[in-house]
């Protein structure tokens, strides 16, 4: 399986713009790069995916590399609810291959917020 | 009403019993997974369900059982537990028809194996 390399922790300050970097440097054609996040208690939540462009939601940002090797997770403006552990991980997208479907989570970013 | 929940939420046990962990989704997805996450780490697949008659082991399946009973239930044993099997437990549904095919967690469970 395709592998990911984060930060093991992060910190900033409330309202402020948060980047959380994801190295991938293994990703093969049909991986989708997916970002999950889990608050302190609770399981993990979905928070983006993409394949080769940028992606917008109401949650973040998410800016690919163009030659896909590294990712990066944008919280525009941090809150004090956004302190979790960002976990980033490839999906593989291949139908036919025999890890399809499945997530591979590592270790994550732990995300600290300061008011 | 939550989409995915687990029972129970909290176990204590002693070594050598048998456990079941039960995971039920109001989603109507037809995949299901179980996962264990341990102190600081992130979670580790142990078995999952594409379909009711579809069941995988995935990377740490040893010392555990599951049974798809419908589409909605997918329940997680430990025929004789042991104290490194203690960890959070979830449960989480996905939808292939969705292009991207993003897992729903439960709340998880806490089991502590005495």
Same mark, same amino acid.
């Given at each position: 399986?395709?592998?990911?390399?984060?930060?093991?922790?992060?910190?900033?300050?409330?309202?402020?713009?948060?980047?959380?970097?994801?190295?991938?440097?293994?990703?093969?054609?049909?991986?989708?790069?997916?970002?999950? /996040?889990?608050?302190?208690?609770?399981?993990?939540?979905?928070?983006?995916?993409?394949?080769?462009?940028?992606?917008?939601? /109401?949650?973040?940002?998410?800016?690919?590399?163009?030659?896909?090797?590294?990712?990066?997770?944008?919280?525009?403006?941090?809150?004090? /609810?956004?302190?979790?552990?960002?976990?980033?991980?490839? /999906?593989?997208?291949?139908?036919?291959?025999?890890?399809?479907?499945?997530?591979?989570?590592?270790?994550?970013?732990?995300?600290?917020?300061?008011? | 009403?939550?989409?995915?929940?687990?029972?129970?939420?909290?176990?204590?046990?002693?070594?050598?019993?048998?456990?079941?962990?039960?995971?039920?989704?109001?989603?109507?997805?037809?995949?299901?997974?179980?996962?264990?996450?341990?102190?600081?780490?992130?979670?580790?697949?142990?078995?999952?369900?594409?379909?009711?008659?579809?069941?995988?082991?995935?990377?740490?399946?040893?010392?555990?059982?599951?049974?798809?009973?419908?589409?909605?239930?997918?329940?997680?044993?430990?025929?004789?537990?042991?104290?490194?099997?203690?960890?959070?437990?979830?449960?989480?549904?996905?939808?292939?028809?969705?292009?991207?095919?993003?897992?729903?967690?439960?709340?998880?469970?806490?089991?502590?194996?005495?």
């Amino acid at each position: 399986d395709a592998k990911t390399t984060q930060p093991n922790s992060m910190e900033s300050n409330e309202e402020e713009p948060v980047h959380l970097p994801c190295n991938h440097s293994t990703i093969s054609g049909t991986d989708y790069i997916h970002w999950y /996040r889990q608050l302190p208690s609770q399981g993990p939540e979905y928070v983006i995916h993409g394949l080769t462009s940028n992606v917008n939601n /109401r949650m973040a940002s998410l800016a690919i590399a163009e030659d896909r090797k590294s990712s990066t997770l944008i919280l525009h403006r941090a809150t004090l /609810r956004d302190a979790a552990v960002y976990y980033c991980i490839l /999906r593989d997208g291949d139908a036919g291959g025999t890890s399809y479907g499945k997530l591979t989570f590592g270790q994550g970013t732990i995300l600290t917020v300061h008011p | 009403d939550a989409d995915v929940t687990q029972t129970p939420r909290n176990r204590i046990t002693k070594t050598g019993k048998r456990i079941m962990l039960e995971c039920s989704q109001t989603k109507g997805h037809d995949r299901m997974y179980w996962y264990r996450q341990d102190p600081g780490l992130g979670l580790r697949l142990i078995y999952y369900s594409f379909d009711v008659k579809d069941i995988n082991k995935g990377e740490i399946s040893d010392g555990y059982s599951v049974s798809r009973q419908a589409q909605a239930k997918f329940s997680l044993s430990l025929e004789s537990a042991i104290p490194n099997q203690t960890a959070l437990y979830f449960c989480a549904t996905s939808d292939p028809g969705v292009r991207t095919d993003t897992q729903y967690f439960g709340p998880g469970t806490r089991l502590t194996v005495l």
